[in-house]
């Protein structure tokens, strides 16, 4: 039995992207669905329409290429936008994986999965660019220096935006922060 490819791509159970150069070249239902929009509304643009804003589009993309660079493949969770629809604008949590097509291109050719959180993790507080960033490090275990380092910024400067979410999710220590962020 031949296996259409095309097909695997248009109903696979995740959202799924091509890309070149961090543009949508193609897109597959499920991630139209998930951001609420059409496909014809996302091939030929930039992925930056899928991020709450431009400097978490240029850092995020900062971050990435390094990582790339050495494993040919990124993951990460990270809170993306919905485009369009009647929940055009809001705000979720996305498990992204992406692997070049050509390791030394890596932002050039490359295929993506993204995966809606939200059912799972509610966006309860409004975020900062910079508060999204450093809880998607804390879910990822990370301690206030290695944040830092990822984000290359001072670890002190991690404790005073790691103490901004604590106050915004009124958690009394980090592991309830870290709970409220994944209970949602």
């Not at 109903?11 to 239902?29: E, F, H, K, Q, T």
């Not at 790339?68 to 604008?89: C, E, L, P, T």
């Not at 900062?128 to 944040?147: P, W």
């Amino acid at each position: 039995m031949d296996i259409d490819y095309r097909l695997a791509f248009e109903y696979a159970p995740i959202g799924m992207v091509l890309s070149r150069d961090r543009v949508i070249i193609d897109c597959n239902r499920q991630l139209c669905d998930m951001f609420g929009t059409q496909r014809e509304e996302l091939v030929g643009q930039s992925f930056q329409v899928l991020y709450p804003s431009a400097e978490e589009f240029e850092r995020i993309g900062a971050r990435i290429a390094p990582i790339m660079n050495r494993q040919g493949s990124y993951a990460d969770d990270r809170i993306m936008k919905r485009v369009d629809g009647r929940f055009k604008g809001e705000v979720f949590w996305c498990h992204v994986t992406g692997r070049a097509l050509d390791p030394a291109e890596p932002l050039g050719a490359g295929i993506w999965t993204l995966e809606d959180l939200s059912s799972r993790r509610a966006v309860k507080a409004e975020l900062t660019a910079r508060e999204r960033e450093v809880a998607a490090h804390l879910l990822e275990g990370l301690t206030s220096k290695e944040i830092g380092k990822a984000l290359a910024i001072s670890y002190r400067t991690v404790e005073i935006y790691r103490a901004r979410l604590m106050r915004k999710y009124k958690a009394s220590t980090t592991a309830d922060l870290v709970h409220k962020l994944t209970a949602g």
